[in-house]
């Protein structure tokens, strides 16, 4: 899985070449072809039997650059569905249960916690107060894990997730922080995470892209599309968003004007006349070029169908608790994300923004926070579920966190607030191997930093690409004279712990 | 990457080294111990496993407690021998965790053969000066013959293979024009072409070359070339990504590349134009190549850490860009694999790390800048004394106001009122004065002049530059390369592995670094850049890492015609223009990029360039060649960036919502350079065929082929608004002229069939789909 030249390899020209012994036969072949298909094709194919034609034996074999790809070992997951919560939540008044937090509510906090330490906002409005969550803590499901009241439905899936209470990055500012939980490193333009699998497994789906992004919130994300992007890795392997508004991926539609059998008209002149540059040129890009040009053809009708939801049941708009299946939403996008895992894309993201509780007059944790957790709690819930009740949840990893998590301290501005927190943050991990039921590392009395079991980004990155049957140092690719890979160069290790 | 390496080397072994001839340490033997051994046994001694150095003799054949890693002459008593050759996990080496396969049986004998033969270490090739190598010298009885031709044309002969005959000149014409002007050449440039060519094909191109070496859309080709390499864009990047203007950079670069500007001055007047004495605007405006780096405006954030980064850039892309080096990696910790210490790296810092980020106003030509700056000032001594002698005259008026006529007069002049008289600003007391007694009369008209001269002098158009501080910084070394850890304090120098710096002053600057980097002494430089310069003909460059000379990179697949492209651009003036003519001129970059059967057996990758290679069109070429085709296009130089129709909704995917006030007039038809570039949410149809985001230095972009580029050129406002011209196109001139304006061929008789059966605004978005339209041949 080494850096691959992404020319064909020789085989694939000689099928279509015309230099070789076959040439003559081969060239009358193309070329009764090539009026076959056009001449009498044109105008009389239509959507509907493209099916058909795309199951005819086809002369031209292209390198298809997402084709399915062997792993290092067996793999225990092949889809992973990321719910990237942006802004940073509180694990402080969701996850964790902090008894001396509340009892010391307002005191400094001891200064062996912060010395030496650096925060975002440090020259403002960063205090060293403590402060107690608000929320009510309960332990649920069999296994007791802690979740505040902001969590109810989340709760009824607790044996099914594994809770990571310490995990840990190295930046405290949104965008550097992002990439860093996105591409393991605090740079613009390293290859992302859902990049680096596609490249490392390819893709199940033949009409969809191998990784899409889906976005809710007020806005995009900070750091926008870097975030999904390919880096180093040949654009093939970037994100692709599908989008709640308009064309659901950019310049999808057919223009205003143009029937689909003009479209089609195009595509099949387009195929007919790169066929025959194929041949008089040998040139395998060409070849590789009519066939994503099918794909995006095939795209065409395949995004529209993935975005209807119309042919979901009742019931199962509601568990997702959609009131409107037309209207954007996080819940919405979280079905559209079952609905593309089981279409076989590999991954999908999905961003919701405004995590970021300061404590300003939009963004406090009294009114906000609540607000957030509704949004997301009852659809991530929704989610696992509906996975497992399809037999997609063994298969697909499901991640639920931000790229850092909120201070002990509290930061008051017009409400109050929580600065951002490298030390110790949660997230969740559920299906294609995590454990169910399980809470991971301990953190100290106050949540500030982890006392047992520390798990960095990398050791994350390292376990997600373990599941989906990558050795992480084996997945690189060779740029500027380095083996680029997502965990980097400094130590990660598989967490073995929360998974089997 | 490692497994063409490997069948490329192997593949000179077979022909080119017969049993007799001995190793050869920079070709065969330091690849396999830097892919191999350096990692543990290097240079960076932090991670030096055992003690054991390979990458020097006297550390591979140091005495380590009676074990020596190599006894020159003697495999079977080094060290290494044995252990290459061990099957135990244990001991083998490269050991199993470092994830390396063992030595190949062919490997283990080159290194057993250089250990025979007395184990000669050699320096890395790259640090060697270029020379030149005898045997690719034009035989003086073969006119045309140039030493391009001679050193493909001995290495392809070698594995059988020869050049294939010279592309149709309907292609060369394409090729030529695509290549240097980043245009399609026109319907009639064609026809004389063609014609031309019938009597004189290699006069025919001569003369063609020579034509567009002078054509301003040259430097808009190459000037995009360069701008990526400067990571050039017009935002500030990170979450906020604000707009930024530093558009006045780019339009340097192009004229700089139009004039042929010799490529040192062109270095240094980048890297250090404003420490040039006298230094004109043109040379500050310059500088902007390395304020092409992000700026954080996110809330919150320490901004030493951010600058800091941005020096990290400006050393990394420094090194990358010039010296073809990985100089970046030596930020943590020494460098792996090349001679750098991380003490070094912070030397080079140093130089970078010494300058403020100012914004420089910049005047259209012709304005007297001089001129008008002491007239501007003459004017304000002269307004002040008069308001001095007047202030008297005020005061009685402003006596005579009374809240009732103080409503009569404007904001400005009432906010002036308020602040007590003797805090009042000059702008103030000008304010008040323009407003009652100096309304008419002679203040009126030195004040008139005063404020044209300052909408002239210091409103407009700015760019960013870099200017040098009166006081240097401190720069240390900073542990693990972070800024919280600062180590033991550095002054600037440069790399000891490479030719000495000439020092002009006890403190070097970065004008000492820049003249250091241009020096005829470096053996780096002018090999890189030639390199680039090939890379953009051939789809890859001699050195095939076109961003690594070191000794990770990989090997010169032709390093005398390397050698010789450098020191030829180097005695030529560095002239970037006689360097294409040198290339363009040759029977290797002219040849058909027809793939042959002899091709697919013999060198499928085309390492040995015996044919042309195909190339997909940059993206902004890829619209302007639709534009061309249409007829579209605006032929307009320079200037600020301009919005052409992006997608609905396309750009919102960051923080902030980008406005978007999409260009009419001819702006909507400009060059694809010239498109507003917002780092965080670039336009997709550029992002979608590669085109550079602008984050950090590209030395060579990836070609991907992707359903997302189909769904571009079938779907796209633009491209569907360009379609709907070229169906005009087809109306009025027929079909043959719009396939030759897209393709510069005739079109064969079955293709035209095809396409008549199709309506004419179909016939146009097929013709604009072709892969042939979207790709130089």
Request: aromatic share 8%; with cysteine; charged share 20%.
């Amino acid at each position: 899985m080494n850096n691959q030249p992404h020319s064909a390899p020789a085989d694939t020209m000689l099928l279509n070449h015309p230099h070789l012994p076959c040439n003559a036969e081969m060239l009358s072949a193309t070329r009764r072809h090539f009026f076959e298909r056009c001449a009498v094709g044109l105008g009389s194919i239509s959507l509907a039997t493209l099916a058909s034609r795309n199951a005819t034996a086809d002369p031209i074999q292209a390198v298809n650059p997402l084709q399915p790809k062997p792993t290092h070992h067996p793999a225990r997951a092949t889809n992973v569905i990321y719910l990237f919560m942006a802004g940073g939540p509180s694990q402080l008044d969701l996850f964790e249960h902090k008894p001396l937090l509340t009892e010391l509510n307002g005191k400094p906090i001891p200064e062996s916690y912060t010395a030496g330490k650096r925060f975002a906002f440090m020259d403002s409005s960063h205090r060293n107060n403590l402060l107690a969550s608000k929320r009510r803590f309960r332990q649920h499901g069999q296994s007791g894990t802690w979740l505040s009241d902001l969590l109810p439905h989340t709760a009824g899936i607790v044996d099914d997730i594994t809770v990571v209470t310490t995990c840990k990055t190295d930046l405290f500012n949104h965008a550097p922080a992002k990439f860093f939980m996105n591409t393991g490193s605090g740079l613009f333009g390293r290859p992302s995470m859902g990049a680096w699998i596609t490249y490392g497994l390819g893709s199940e789906c033949d009409d969809l892209p191998g990784f899409v992004v889906l976005q809710s919130g007020p806005r995009g994300p900070r750091g926008g599309a870097v975030l999904w992007g390919s880096g180093v890795l040949p654009t093939t392997y970037q994100g692709v968003p599908l989008r709640s508004q308009g064309d659901p991926i950019v310049n999808l539609s057919t223009p205003l004007g143009i029937t689909s059998e003009q479209q089609r008209q195009v595509i099949d002149a387009v195929t007919a006349l790169n066929r025959h540059r194929l041949n008089t040129t040998g040139d395998p890009e060409i070849a590789t070029r009519i066939n994503a040009a099918e794909m995006a053809f095939r795209m065409q009708s395949s995004a529209p169908e993935l975005m209807d939801t119309s042919g979901e049941t009742r019931e199962t708009l509601e568990l997702y608790g959609i009131q409107d299946p037309q209207e954007a939403s996080f819940a919405r996008n979280c079905l559209l994300a079952r609905r593309l895992v089981e279409r076989g894309v590999r991954f999908v993201q999905l961003y919701d923004t405004n995590w970021d509780h300061h404590g300003g007059a939009t963004e406090n944790l009294e009114k906000h926070l609540p607000e957030k957790a509704r949004d997301i709690d009852q659809p991530c819930a929704a989610l696992v579920r509906d996975l497992q009740q399809r037999g997609l949840l063994e298969n697909t990893i499901v991640i639920w966190g931000g790229e850092f998590g909120r201070t002990p301290m509290g930061e008051v501005r017009e409400s109050t607030g929580r600065n951002h927190h490298i030390d110790a943050f949660t997230m969740w991990f559920a299906g294609g191997g995590f454990h169910g039921g399980q809470t991971f590392g301990r953190t100290d009395d106050f949540g500030f930093g982890a006392v047992e079991n520390p798990v960095h980004v990398r050791d994350i990155h390292a376990t997600l690409l373990h599941q989906l049957g990558i050795n992480h140092e084996r997945l690189t690719f060779r740029s500027q004279g380095l083996d680029f890979r997502l965990t980097g160069v400094l130590p990660a290790r598989v967490v073995n712990e929360i998974v089997s | 990457m490692k497994a063409k390496q490997l069948i490329f080397s192997l593949l000179l072994l077979t022909a080119s080294l017969p049993a007799a001839e001995p190793v050869s340490f920079n070709r065969d033997v330091r690849p396999i111990l830097s892919e191999n051994c350096f990692a543990c046994h290097g240079f960076d001694p932090k991670h030096r496993e055992a003690g054991l150095r390979l990458d020097t003799f006297d550390g591979a054949t140091a005495n380590r407690d009676g074990v020596r890693g190599i006894v020159p002459g003697n495999p079977a008593e080094s060290a290494i021998w044995e252990r290459i050759r061990s099957t135990d996990p244990d001991t083998v080496m490269p050991p199993p965790k470092s994830h390396r396969n063992p030595l190949t049986p062919a490997q283990q004998e080159i290194l057993r053969r250089w250990i025979e033969e007395g184990a000669t270490y050699e320096p890395h090739w790259s640090f060697l000066p270029p020379k030149r190598n005898a045997s690719i010298s034009p035989d003086p009885q073969l006119a045309q013959s140039s030493p391009i031709d001679i050193a493909i044309e001995r290495r392809a002969k070698q594995q059988g293979l020869a050049l294939s005959p010279p592309a149709p000149p309907e292609t060369l014409i394409r090729r030529i024009s695509l290549d240097l002007t980043g245009l399609p050449p026109t319907v009639e440039e064609v026809e004389a072409f063609t014609a031309a060519s019938l009597t004189d094909p290699d006069g025919a191109c001569r003369e063609l070359v020579d034509r567009l070496l002078l054509s301003p859309h040259y430097g808009e080709r190459w000037g995009r070339w360069w701008l990526d390499q400067a990571r050039y864009a017009d935002s500030n990047g990170y979450s906020i990504d604000a707009p930024r203007q530093i558009w006045k950079y780019r339009d340097w670069v192009v004229s700089a590349l139009n004039a042929d500007m010799p490529f040192d001055q062109f270095t240094i007047e980048q890297l250090a134009g404003d420490l040039l004495p006298n230094a004109t605007e043109g040379q500050k405006v310059a500088t902007g190549f390395h304020r092409n780096t992000q700026i954080n405006q996110e809330g919150g954030i320490d901004r030493e850490q951010f600058r800091i980064d941005s020096v990290f850039d400006r050393v990394g892309t420094t090194g990358t860009v010039w010296l073809g080096l990985t100089v970046g990696c030596a930020q943590c910790h020494d460098h792996k694999f090349d001679p750098i210490q991380q003490r070094e790296y912070y030397q080079l810092f140093a130089f970078l790390n010494d300058q403020d980020e100012p914004t420089l106003k910049v005047f259209d030509p012709g304005v007297n800048v001089t001129e008008l700056t002491r007239e501007f000032r003459e004017l304000e001594g002269r307004l002040a004394a008069w308001m001095e002698q007047h202030a008297a005259a005020l005061a009685d008026w402003e006596a005579t106001l009374t809240a009732e006529t103080r409503k009569s007069l404007s904001a400005a002049i009432n906010n002036a009122l308020d602040v007590p008289i003797e805090k009042r600003g000059f702008a103030q007391k000008r304010t008040l004065f323009a407003g009652s007694i100096g309304g008419v009369g002679p203040f009126r008209e030195l004040n008139d002049r005063y404020n044209e001269l300052d909408v002239i002098l210091n409103q407009g158009t700015t760019t960013l530059v870099l200017q040098e501080r009166s006081t240097p910084r401190t720069t240390t070394v900073f542990v693990n390369g972070d800024f919280t850890r600062p180590a033991e304090t550095v002054t600037p120098g440069t790399p000891s592995a490479l030719h000495p710096l000439h020092k002009t002053s006890a403190r070097p600057n970065r004008l000492d670094l820049a003249r250091w980097i241009v020096s005829p002494q470096n053996p780096l430089t002018a090999r890189v850049i030639v390199n680039r310069v090939w890379q953009q003909y051939f789809g890859r460059g001699i050195v095939e890492t076109e961003n690594d000379f070191g000794s990770q990179g990989t090997l010169p697949t032709h390093p005398e015609l390397l050698d010789w492209l450098a020191i030829e651009f180097i005695e030529r003036g560095w002239s970037l223009k006689e360097l294409h003519r040198l290339i363009l001129n040759s029977r290797t970059y002219r040849q058909s990029s027809v793939i042959t059967k002899d091709h697919i057996e013999k060198d499928p990758d085309n390492y040995l360039l015996c044919r042309q290679r195909r190339l997909r069109l940059d993206a902004e070429i890829v619209r302007d060649v639709a534009l061309a085709a249409s007829g579209l296009l605006s032929n307009k130089l320079g200037g600020p960036p301009v919005y052409p129709p992006v997608p609905p909704g396309s750009l919102n995917v960051g923080q902030v919502r980008r406005v978007w006030a999409e260009s009419t007039g001819q702006d909507r038809y400009r060059r694809g350079l010239y498109t507003f570039i917002y780092r965080a949410s670039p336009p997709p149809s550029l992002t979608v065929f590669d085109a550079p985001e602008g984050f950090s230095s590209c030395t060579r972009r990836i070609r991907s082929n992707t359903p997302l580029q189909a769904l571009t050129l079938l779907n796209d406002v633009a491209f569907f608004e360009f379609a709907s011209a070229l169906e005009k196109i087809i109306r009025s001139q027929g079909l043959e002229v719009a396939f030759r304006r897209c393709t510069s061929r005739n079109p064969q008789p079955e293709e035209l069939e095809l396409l008549r059966q199709l309506d004419p605004l179909t016939a146009a978005r097929t013709l604009l789909n072709l892969d042939e339209t979207v790709t130089r041949e």
